[in-house]
């Protein structure tokens, strides 16, 4: 059976919103990453230039 591309995609996006309340008052940074999440178009490139303002975000991803 073939694997869909976009699982792992889908189950890390699933991950990181159901571990969104261990994040504290989210910035704007953390706010701007959500939305692309949503956005088929967005590359990890794109996060990257979003993530590298700001490295609390980053920080909690990884954990997760």
């Known amino acids: 059976m073939l694997q869909n591309p976009n699982s ?36 990890a490139a794109d996060h990257e230039d979003v993530l590298q303002g700001d490295i609390s975000p980053v920080t909690s991803i990884l954990k997760i």
Do not use: H, N, W, Y
Request: aromatic share 2%.
């Open 8 to 43: 792992d995609a889908c189950a890390v996006q699933q991950k990181v919103t159901s571990c969104i309340g261990e994040f504290a008052p989210l910035p704007s940074v953390a706010i701007r990453v959500i939305d692309m999440l949503t956005d088929p178009e967005t590359s």
